[in-house]
């Protein structure tokens, strides 16, 4: 065993492009797994992590209060302090969709909230990075992430104000730690009461030394009939409410693993199928001068371990370097704070599929290679004919994606996603499966217009391609799976912005749309006052929202009188609001709600909620000179934000967008994986037909025929698997919008053709890169030379 071992490094070393090319794809591979792992990891971190943080000294927290007012909050404060068990107790508030601006009116945007600092150290879960704490009214800490992005230092002023509610200036004195996505920003106890407007609902408590918590949560809930929970029950319902669930999360995180191994182990086997398929004449030579079978399997098996350890060490270096890069890409769609996570479970891992799918990957080759008979060492392996489909293959290859196309189509309506997932499986396993007759086939019909255009040339390159079926499928399904995956998500995500979009254009009827920047339909009265002011807009046109207590009825802005079917008043009767009847003109969808104009609504309702305003430039005013104005009118009102069309489209695609934003990262490491694995089969395949290359030049073929040959070859395969990818991504991600619905309506597919174009060259350059070294070596080599070689 020592000796066949021996003698297969030293073939190893003598064919060292093979065996690098061999090694490159295990590289990748445990790269790919590596860096998605560690990524996955920190973004779960960092979506996750600092729900922990924030709870870090409070030991329970009661809640589910119904207060009436700030004495009675602070009564129960005082109630629970008397409890056995407990330390310290404080009311506190956190407010969601706070506003913030600079002093001269700059608005930050983003979900920001506002928390409270204890007045007991013991119950403060924030710490100053820089600065200090907030000691007296008017100052503030905000999280050093927000204040680096927005360019703001220790002693600058910022305007802060509740949903709804009047600005007031404060100073900033220290920074802390970011706690999820927007700003957070932490305020006295006094100050936060203030802008809140409403009584604490929630107190902290910290526990007594030797309590455990889980026991004070059941002693406070017996003795105040309030819901309190211990520490680790708070962290769990956070998490779960950062991220919907968190165990669905992970889950979901963990699909990214699985896809991460799978296109690992599909590149590392398409590898050494075609390796090992290559070295054919070389195991039969062995066999010929007395080696067993046995020993010849194993000396393979070891060498593919060998391989496989080596490949793997670098490639946990480069999936570090990946991991490391990929949240500055995702900076881009507005994912940050996201810092990659080395555990030792994505080591273990990393290292088990670069080890172990390497030798998987080379048992059955092997096994294979060496049922060659020895006399198969006098044959010509370049002329050899390829091995036929096998009959499982025809027979499941269609069953597979039958089925796969019948659940796809049947999971319409389901809202299942889960179904969707199982037909695109079993459609794609289907494909993989029938590639190798399915793909010679799509490369004759792309081929035949560049065969017209390139002559004798581009045909010999697409006999080449289909001459050995197999080889032509290992080559291209790598870049099917990967561009399956990113196409499917690309579409869907393309195809979830055009509802918002079309809400847009249905919702806007001026240039400007001014709202919360929260989106809660709460908009400051003195905005209308503020716009009033700046004489190039023209009037605004408000939109209003109350409530009827007399008879239940929701009352909204409309440009007339109407009523939804369930109000019981036909078109030409009339209602009685506040003592005024208006007659009915429409009726319109919806529940116990009604329309009026804005001037009946303010004078039969004396504070109605204004919850947006639509405003125009004013006659003869640019669209930039009135935008001017309109900051210049809001910038008093944090809250307060302006949006043309556009903008608001993509206000309303902002979380939509933030999220998909990190699956396209995760899944654009996956195509990218696989064009390279392209380029490394594509290398391969060269290199086994250097023989063939020189017969061709011997009889005629010039070097730079040779050259388009092989460029040619590439630029179909790669279009060839891009457009099967896209097909396939189209079926699927069609099946996932008709089973899901969004603000009521089941989506439409929208193609995003520059997208898909763009997809399209990607692949083929990489793939016309990949054929310009081994073509380069194919010319270059002497012709006697290498067909003494062989």
Known sequence: MSGMLRLTLRTARANLTRSLLSSLAVVLGVAFVAGSLM????????????????????????????????????????????????????????????GLATADGRKIAGEHRSRTVPADPALRSVEAREGRLPEKSGEVVLDRETALREGLEIGDKLLISNVGGDPRTYGLVGLTIAEGPGATIFMTTADIAAMAGYPADTVIVDAAEGVTNEDLAARISAATGVEAYGHDELVRRAEDAAVGDAETFRNGLLAFGVIAVCMAAFVIANTFTIVLAQRTREIALLRLVGARRGQVFRSVVAEAAVIGLGGSALGLAVGVLLAYGLPTVMSSFGVTDVSPLITTRTLLVALAVGVGVTVLAALLPARRGTAVPPVAALSDA?????????????????????????????????GRIEVVALGAVLAVTGFLLLSPIAVPFLVRVLGRPLALLGGATVSLALANAVRNPRRIAATTNALVVGVTLIGTFTLIAKSAEAPAERRAAEKMSAQFLITDSAGLGILPGNVFAALAREPQLAPARPDYRTFDQATGWEVHTGTSTAVTADVGVPVGGTITLRGKKYEVESIAPGSLTVW?????????????????????????????????????????????????????????????????????????????????????????????????????????????????????????????????????????????????????????????WDRLAVLLVVAAAAALAASVLPARRAVRHPIAANLAAE
């Open 39 to 98: 990524f996955t990891d920190g973004l779960e971190k960092a979506m996750t992590g600092h729900v922990a943080e924030q709870y870090r000294n409070i030991d329970v927290e009661v809640t589910s209060m119904t207060q009436s007012s700030d004495a009675s909050a602070n009564d129960l404060a005082a109630r629970v302090r008397k409890i056995d068990g407990v330390r310290a107790a404080e009311p506190t508030w956190t407010l969601f969709y706070t």
């Open 596 to 752: 009026l104009t804005p001037e009946d609504i303010t004078t039969a309702f004396p504070d109605p909620t204004l919850t947006e305003l639509q405003v125009d430039p004013a006659p003869g005013v640019s669209t930039t000179d009135a935008r001017t104005a309109l900051d210049r009118a809001l910038a008093a009102t944090p809250t307060a934000v302006a949006y043309d069309k556009e903008q608001y489209a993509k206000s309303l695609n902002a979380n939509l967008n933030q999220g998909l934003g990190a699956v396209t990262a995760l899944l654009a490491l996956a195509v990218i994986i696989a064009l390279v694995g392209v380029a490394n089969t594509l290398t391969l395949s060269v290199v086994e037909r250097t023989r063939e290359n020189s017969l061709l030049r011997a009889v005629g073929l010039t070097r730079r025929q040779l050259r388009l040959t092989l460029s040619a070859e590439a630029l179909v395969l790669a279009l060839t698997g891009t457009l099967i990818g896209i097909a396939l991504s189209s079926a699927i991600a069609l099946a996932a919008l008709r089973s899901i619905e969004m603000h009521g309506r089941s989506l439409a597919l929208v193609m995003p």
């Open 382 to 414: 370049a002329v050899q004919v390829a091995r036929p489909t096998g009959r499982v293959r025809r027979v499941a290859g269609p069953a597979l994606l039958a089925i796969g196309g019948v659940v796809l189509a049947g999971s319409s309506g389901t």
